[in-house]
Nanobody, 127 residues
């Protein structure tokens, strides 16, 4: 039902910043919670951040808290991830995802609770 396209990933140096975007197709985008995940080679997909419908209830992994900010613009069907103070361990493919019928934030850490995924965008942080 939803098509998600991430963009904005690139090579940056430690301490730098990036803003990732995820453009969604779908008439009910504003009704869905959105999440960002990342996956590095040889590792499991890791929760990064989520945002509730209409921008409420932001929630972050401890590893990115204070450095990353998730936001959304429902008029543009787009969710963003602003990443500051980047570290080499942030290097990964970053995915956005849609969670329908969502309530609460703890379950939003689990990839299986999301219904649609984008193709990912590569972020590489050099030291």
């Amino acid at each position: 039902q939803e098509r998600l396209v991430e963009s904005g990933g690139r090579l940056v140096q430690s301490g730098g910043s990036l803003r990732l975007s995820c453009a969604a197709s779908g008439r009910t985008f504003s009704s869905y919670a959105m999440g960002w995940f990342r996956q590095a080679p040889g590792k499991e997909r890791e929760f990064v951040a989520r945002i509730g419908w209409n921008g409420e209830s932001t929630y972050y992994a401890d590893s990115v808290k204070g450095r990353f900010t998730i936001s959304r613009d429902n008029a543009k069907n787009t969710v963003y991830l602003q990443m500051n103070s980047l570290k080499p361990e942030d290097s990964a493919v970053y995915y956005c995802a849609v969670r329908r019928f969502a309530s609460g934030v703890v379950a939003s850490r689990t990839p299986a609770n999301y219904d649609y995924w984008g193709q990912g965008t590569q972020v590489t942080v050099s030291s």
